[in-house]
């Protein structure tokens, strides 16, 4: 099946047409496939989403504390999401990758479309402002936002609330082990507490201890 323009795929994609092409060419781009890539407009969507849905957090929920919404917002803002917006929104099908970055699966991987769509909300940000930015992360996250219900707790924080309760070593993480390229790279940590262990994987380090904390919390019931 043949793909539209991409001019007409942002349009119909982001809601909003695109003025300066090359923005978004840049944004689709891996490093693995040009140096002019999609990493600096990464660092800048990164932080138009951050001050979106803090923005849209504040409106949404005007009685909770600051402790709560930082919940929300972590929870919302982290790399899996962005990745699960750009599968839904056909980024995958739009990405500029090198060959071996291609063969590695970095078409698949979390890091590389999450850091992707946030690249794509950059160059929306530079192109029609902030209300622009505001309507497209309302409308991609919206549904995320409703289904949250309370707060969430980040699952780390959970399980030294876990062990200090029930009177136990805080939670001890180690990397066990690093595997895939650098552009696509896996991590598996291990939690323990006492006797108590979880093991678990994750696009990065960080990702890797939320997952070993979720899978221990299971454990513990």
Request: glycine share 10%; net charge negative.
């Amino acid at each position: 099946m043949t793909q539209p323009p991409l001019a007409e795929w942002l349009a119909a994609t982001l809601g909003e047409p695109p003025v300066e092409l090359a923005r978004y060419e840049r944004a689709l781009t891996h490093g693995s496939r040009d140096a002019s890539n999609y990493e600096r407009l990464e660092f800048l969507g990164d932080r138009v989403l951050g001050l979106v849905v803090a923005e849209w957090l504040f409106e949404r929920f005007p009685d909770e504390p600051e402790g709560k919404m930082s919940r929300r917002l972590n929870a919302l803002v982290t790399g899996a999401v962005c990745a699960d917006v750009a599968r839904e929104r056909g980024v995958r099908d739009r990405l500029k990758l090198g060959k071996q970055a291609r063969d590695d699966g970095a078409a698949d991987s979390d890091n590389v479309l999450g850091d992707v769509m946030e690249a794509l909300i950059g160059a929306l940000f530079l192109d029609h402002g902030l209300d622009g930015a505001r309507r497209f992360v309302r409308s991609a996250w919206g549904a995320r936002i409703d289904a949250q219900g309370a707060a969430p707790r980040h699952p780390k924080s959970a399980l030294q609330e876990w062990a200090a309760a029930n009177g136990r070593r805080m939670p001890e993480y180690a990397l066990i082990d690093r595997s895939g390229p650098h552009h696509a790279p896996r991590f598996r940590v291990r939690v323990t507490i006492g006797k108590l262990e979880a093991e678990a994987d994750g696009g990065s380090k960080q990702e890797a201890e939320t997952e070993a904390a979720k899978a221990l919390l299971a454990i513990l019931g």
